[in-house]
Structures are given as C-alpha cells and as structure tokens.
C-alpha cells in the first residue's frame, strides 16, 4: 500500500454551486451583505471506501513505530490496578475540548461529573467523556449509528434538540455567520452527508490499511464531510479512540492523542486542509506525531499518580478492603466527592462514608472546599495538581 508518492495521490475535494437565500435582513455591513449574496460553493468529497494510501517510506516506518508506541503504553497502563483507564479518558476528553477553546480545570470537569455547579465548559467536558465512553464500547462495530450514537452522548443533556441527529443546514468554518461566502472552508451540502458517511464507514472497516494512516485519513474525511452542526472536531477525535481500539492498537485505556495533537493545533488544522487539497501526508504524521505526544504525557501522568497514590498510603492505615483504602481508589479517578457518591459507590453506610472522609481530612488527603455541614464536598488537591500539570503540558509547543 505504500509508494513514494508523498501521499499526493488522494482526490482533492471538488465543488459544487449551490442558491444562497440570505436571512440577515439588514444585518451587517453594505460591504459584508454584498460578499455574502448570491450562491455559494459547497465541498464535494470524493469517496474514499476503495482508495489506496500512498505514503514515503519514512512516513511509513513513523506510522509503524507510532503504532508499537501506542500498543506498548496501553500494556503497561493496562497492568496496573490503579484506575487509570477512566483517568485517562477523562484527559483525552479534556484536551479534545481543549482544541474547540472549551478549557476547564481539573476541579471544575470533577464537580460537573459529580453533578454540582460547575462551569459551562466542564459540563460540555463531561458531555465528551460520555461520547468518548461511547466510542470504546461501540468500537468493535463501528457503523452510522455508532457514529450517531457518539455525538447524541455528545450533546443530549446541553444541545437535545441536534444530538445524535445528521444536519439539515449547510454549516461553514470561518467567515462570519452572514452567510458560507467568505467562509476559510464550505462542508458538503447536508443532502451528501448520508452516502458521504456510509462511504467514511466502508473505509474505517477495512482491514488492508495500516491502522494509524486509516485512522488518520477516516478522521479528516469525517471532518470534511462535518455531518452535524456542532460537535464535529469532538466527534471526530472520539472516533479516533473508537478506531484504536477496534484497530486493536489499545485494548486497555483511551491513549490522549487530543493531548499530543494540543501541541500545534495550527499544524493539526492545516493538515485538515492539506488533506483536502489531496495530501493526506500531513494529517497521518500529524497524528502519528500526536500518538508519541500522548504516550510521553500519559506516562508522565500515571507516574505522577502512582507517586501520590505512594504518598497516600503511608499516611493511611487500616486493615485491607476498609473502606477508606476504596475511598482512596476513587479518588484518583474522581478527585471531587461528596457523601452520597462515597456511599454509593463504595456500598457502604452514610456514616460509615462519612467515617472514610474525615479520616482522609484528617490524613490531609482530602480537603472541604464547600461551606458549612449542609451538602459539603471535598477534594484530593494532589489529584486535581496532578491532572492540571497533565493539561499544562498539552498546551506546550515541542521545540
């Protein structure tokens, strides 16, 4: 499947004209409202079911080693007791938020989890830890409904009304919202989505592509068609995870390649556009780049976690299965908590919980961050460091 063609052998998108009936009224400018009249041009995606990839050699041989990096991670993860695989989803769907400008603290993402009031961009995180949670379980079948199925966990509790549901509009990236004219890029008009996706899907299940160039280009084929008016980069990321575990790269936790793609978003996006100039190089080593990133950041984490779990222990004693040793095991996958969600998780009593916290306070482990005896909720500062330390350094550029 390989060549030296330098990936430039994949179809450029074409396009197509289409009527443009303008609903602004009088808004904007004279100058703005001429620039969005008349018809536009809309993106026209080849199908790609049967297409070969065609990558230099060197590109290659970075998609193999990628693919050995990300398998042996999830190995080592995968043999440990410590919960991480639900931390690291939650990592992955943070910084595949990250990317949409949707930040959060780690403190923030545990609070929505918990279900208290947290911000409008934590709710919209753990939206996309549903989405990502959807993805692993639907990867060994991915098809329309699973992709659908993805985005209606996306969005079912801030945006019902769209979640799980294809377009019905023409959406655009760019431009302002006068109208697609000026847009940086026109996705197909909403009656291609279907048989643009059900192409995408015949693509994503074959099995003679090598897995990090298919999850690359079935990745910027899903974000060209952009088949839903919201959610698409989020969707499309968790696709990546569905796509690595089905590719049986990972089998154990959800590796944060959104983390590693956070270094350069610039270079993440203009290999969106390279691709659909015809070149999928850029968008294969972008995330094969990306697979090195997350694994060098996930290790980093889970060390960082084993050393406060380390700590911990030291601090606590009791006799093994108490429950403030269980306590502890949640904690490092939820940092934040409360007396209900300790009672109900462990199977424990409200007081025996209750028990388990203050022995933690007292431990220095936990620490009440609301007011008063009513409702209270505490925190495992070390945790929410540990967690924000990880997002820190996504947003770092490599040198």
């Known amino acids: 499947?390989?060549?030296?063609?330098?990936?430039?052998?994949?179809?450029?998108?074409?396009?197509?004209?289409?009527?443009?009936?303008?609903?602004?009224?009088?808004?904007?400018?004279?100058?703005?409202?001429?620039?969005?009249?008349?018809?536009?041009?809309?993106?026209?995606?080849?199908?790609?079911?049967?297409?070969?990839?065609?990558?230099?050699?060197?590109?290659?041989?970075?998609?193999?080693?990628?693919?050995?990096?990300?398998?042996?991670?999830?190995?080592?993860v995968g043999h440990i007791t410590a919960p991480f695989?639900?931390?690291?989803?939650?990592?992955?769907?943070?910084?595949?938020?990250?990317?949409?400008?949707?930040?959060?603290?780690?403190?923030?993402?545990?609070?929505?989890?918990?279900?208290?009031?947290a911000s409008r961009n934590a709710r919209l995180i753990v939206g996309n830890v549903r989405a990502m949670h959807a993805a692993l379980e639907l990867s060994a079948s991915i098809d329309a409904d699973a992709i659908l199925q993805m985005h209606r966990a996306l969005l079912e509790h801030g945006d019902p009304n769209i979640a799980g549901r294809w377009r019905q509009q023409q959406v655009w990236i760019g431009g302002g919202s006068l109208g697609p004219h000026t847009a940086?890029?026109?996705?197909?008009?909403?009656?291609?989505?279907?048989?643009?996706?059900?192409?995408?899907?015949?693509?994503?299940?074959?099995?003679?592509?090598?897995?990090?160039?298919q999850i690359a280009v079935a990745h910027a084929q899903f974000e060209t068609i952009h088949p839903f008016p919201d959610g698409n980069g989020r969707v499309g990321r968790a696709l990546i995870q569905a796509m690595l575990r089905g590719g049986q790269l990972t089998r154990s936790v959800a590796v944060p390649v959104s983390a590693g793609l956070l270094h350069d978003t610039a270079e993440y996006f203009d290999a969106l556009g390279e691709y659909r100039s015809g070149n999928v190089e850029p968008i294969v080593r972008s995330i094969a780049e990306a697979s090195f990133g997350a694994v060098a950041n996930g290790r980093t984490l889970v060390h960082d976690l084993e050393a406060v779990r380390a700590d911990w222990r030291t601090r606590v004693t009791a006799r093994r299965g108490a429950a403030v040793h269980r306590l502890v095991d949640l904690l490092l996958r939820q940092p934040v908590v409360d007396n209900k969600l300790v009672t109900s998780t462990l199977g424990v009593t409200g007081a025996n919980a209750q028990i388990a916290i203050d022995r933690l306070v007292d431990a220095g482990i936990l620490t009440q961050i609301t007011d008063g005896r009513r409702n209270r909720i505490w925190q495992a500062k070390d945790v929410v460091r540990v967690l924000d330390e990880f997002a820190a350094r996504a947003k770092r550029r490599r040198h």
């Open 1 to 76: 499947m390989a060549s030296v063609n330098g990936g430039l052998s994949w179809p450029p998108v074409a396009y197509e004209q289409h009527p443009w009936i303008s609903t602004a009224g009088d808004y904007g400018s004279r100058r703005e409202r001429r620039l969005t009249a008349g018809p536009y041009r809309a993106a026209v995606p080849a199908f790609i079911a049967d297409q070969s990839i065609s990558l230099s050699s060197e590109l290659q041989s970075l998609t193999e080693e990628a693919a050995t990096e990300l398998t042996r991670f999830d190995v080592e």
């Open 85 to 117: 695989a639900s931390i690291l989803l939650r990592t992955e769907s943070a910084s595949s938020s990250e990317i949409e400008n949707l930040s959060s603290g780690a403190r923030q993402i545990a609070l929505a989890e918990l279900g208290e009031h």
């Open 184 to 213: 940086q890029f026109v996705p197909p008009h909403h009656d291609r989505v279907p048989a643009l996706i059900d192409d995408l899907i015949a693509f994503a299940n074959r099995v003679d592509v090598p897995v990090i160039a």
